[in-house]
């Protein structure tokens, strides 16, 4: 295992042949191997991702749970309440926050 810091649970099973070493390609140049291998991660060892990775994987994290809706009890509760025509939204709520936004979006384009 891995310790990779900035990623919940931050392990991941380390499955590289121990010793080997994987060519890289050089920034900017895909498919073009560079001239010195990169060492493998060894167990036990610490990795610390970027802010700009952290970044991404909450972004993927995010993507994924937005890809698995059926999952979510209250998604399936008003899908079912939307189908059966049983579903009425809330009017004022939906005014007040298309009001925000409005305000919001005249703030910053300065018309207010």
């Known amino acids: 295992m891995v310790k990779i810091s ?3 649970g931050g392990m991941i099973p380390l499955d590289q042949p121990r010793g080997g070493a994987a060519p890289v390609s050089a ?3 895909a498919d073009v191997p560079a001239t010195q291998p990169v060492s493998s991660v060894q167990a036990g060892e610490t990795v610390s991702l970027s802010a ?4 991404a994987a909450a972004l ?3 993507v994924s749970a937005a890809d698995q ?10 899908t079912q309440a939307v189908a059966d ?6 009017a ?3 005014a007040s926050a298309m009001q ?3 305000r919001l979006v005249a703030r910053k384009l300065g018309r207010d």
Do not use: T
Not at 69 to 78: I, K, M, N, T, Y
Not at 85 to 90: E, I, K, R, T, V
């Open 52 to 55: 700009r990775a952290e970044d």
């Open 60 to 62: 993927l994290k995010g």
């Open 92 to 94: 004022a709520k939906i």
């Open 27 to 29: 920034p900017g140049q």
């Open 6 to 8: 900035g990623i919940p």
């Open 85 to 90: 025509g049983s579903y009425h939204p809330p």
């Open 100 to 102: 925000s936004f409005e």
């Open 69 to 78: 809706p059926e999952a979510d009890a209250e998604v399936q509760r008003l």
